[in-house]
């Protein structure tokens, strides 16, 4: 059985997001692929997602309800296969806390190498249409992922 982690910063927008689109992705493919998300802050921990963030998801076909904030732990680096960050300062807050231990965590984009931009941005004080970029770039990163796990 895989798991999976996806991690941003404040696990309300980027994070959860990757969560509710790649599991619906996967679960017909890989059913028992766990599935998880965190952020390497801890201000929202208990929180569901960010509104916007929801909302654009089901516009999308996706649901991120029952999906709530938290922290990455250090037992996450031994509990999950993959952890995958959102951008560059997220890989390197996970890699300051794993200290060498477990799971190396790498960047989620590098799993769409279609696209050149190797960071998902964090659409939380853009427009709604960054939402929906958000979303289209987890697609292709999650459909890349799935390659890899099937491999």
């Given at each position: 059985?895989?798991?999976v982690l996806f991690?941003?910063?404040g696990n309300i927008?980027?994070?959860?997001?990757?969560?509710?689109?790649?599991?619906?992705?996967?679960?017909?493919?890989?059913?028992?692929?766990?599935?998880?998300?965190?952020?390497?802050?801890?201000?929202?921990?208990?929180?569901?997602?960010?509104?916007?963030?929801?909302?654009?998801?089901?516009?999308?076909?996706?649901d991120m309800s029952?999906?709530?904030?938290?922290?990455?732990?250090?037992?996450?680096?031994?509990?999950?296969?993959?952890?995958?960050?959102?951008?560059?300062?997220?890989?390197?807050?996970?890699?300051?806390?794993?200290?060498?231990?477990?799971?190396?965590?790498?960047?989620?984009?590098?799993?769409?190498?279609?696209?050149?931009?190797?960071?998902?941005?964090?659409?939380?004080?853009?427009?709604?249409?960054?939402?929906?970029?958000?979303?289209?770039?987890?697609?292709?990163?999650?459909?890349?992922?799935?390659?890899?796990?099937?491999?």
């Amino acid at each position: 059985m895989k798991k999976v982690l996806f991690v941003c910063l404040g696990n309300i927008c980027r994070s959860p997001t990757a969560d509710a689109v790649f599991t619906k992705r996967v679960s017909k493919l890989i059913p028992n692929i766990i599935v998880d998300s965190a952020g390497t802050a801890n201000w929202h921990i208990g929180n569901p997602p960010d509104a916007r963030a929801s909302a654009t998801a089901e516009e999308q076909g996706y649901d991120m309800s029952g999906l709530y904030a938290r922290a990455v732990i250090r037992d996450d680096f031994h509990d999950f296969d993959y952890i995958l960050a959102m951008d560059r300062q997220n890989l390197s807050d996970l890699e300051t806390l794993r200290d060498g231990q477990g799971t190396k965590p790498q960047l989620f984009m590098d799993f769409a190498p279609a696209i050149a931009m190797r960071e998902i941005p964090d659409p939380y004080y853009g427009g709604e249409d960054g939402f929906v970029k958000v979303i289209k770039m987890i697609e292709q990163a999650s459909d890349g992922l799935i390659d890899k796990i099937l491999a």
